[in-house]
């Protein structure tokens, strides 16, 4: 008989501080492990990386890293912050608007996130009630690529 793991997730709010991306890392590598996903680790936390430093460098004030477990191992990891414009790479009809050069050391981040996670999209969140609005870019990590979507999965 096929038993199917609950859902589980985890959300860490972040202040705006330098060190928070490394903290982010860290606890996204804990909880992996807790999981037994630790398999994931690698990419998901390159993917986390290119997500913490974008919400750090190109908005103003706290994000949160959000981990999420699905079914059939499936993981999900997102960052949020409080700015509801989407960036170039992360609209379903989107490239990146410029592609770096060969000697260039910014500007390869979410090409970077299209063509390592096995889905990615974005939610843009209105702000009511008790939600803070803004966005949230997510990705998914499959365990050994299985349900590997083409980037624009979003």
């Known amino acids: 008989m096929a038993t199917v793991s609950p859902s589980?997730?985890?959300?860490?709010?972040?202040?705006?501080?330098?060190?928070?991306?490394?903290i982010a890392r860290t606890t996204l590598r804990a909880v992996l492990a807790a999981r037994g996903m630790a398999e994931l680790v690698p990419t998901a936390e390159l993917l986390a990386a290119e997500l913490l430093a974008n919400a750090h460098l190109h908005t103003r004030g706290p994000?949160?890293?959000?981990?999420?477990?699905?079914?059939?191992?499936?993981?999900?990891?997102?960052?949020?912050?409080?700015?509801p414009r989407v960036p170039a790479g992360f609209r379903?009809?989107?490239?990146?608007?410029?592609?770096?050069?060969?000697e260039d050391e910014h500007?390869?981040?979410?090409?970077?996130?299209?063509?390592?996670?096995?889905?990615?999209?974005?939610?843009?969140?209105?702000?009511?009630?008790a939600s803070r609005g803004g966005k949230l870019l997510w990705v998914e990590c499959h365990p050994d690529g299985v349900g590997r979507r083409p980037a624009g999965g979003g």
């Not at 994000?63 to 700015?83: C, F, H, P, S």
């Open 8 to 22: 589980w997730a985890y959300t860490l709010h972040l202040p705006r501080d330098p060190r928070s991306p490394g």
């Open 63 to 83: 994000y949160a890293l959000r981990i999420r477990g699905e079914e059939r191992g499936r993981l999900q990891v997102g960052v949020w912050d409080r700015d």
């Open 92 to 102: 379903a009809d989107g490239e990146p608007v410029v592609v770096a050069g060969e």
């Open 107 to 129: 500007g390869r981040g979410l090409q970077l996130v299209r063509a390592c996670a096995d889905a990615w999209g974005v939610s843009v969140l209105r702000e009511h009630g």
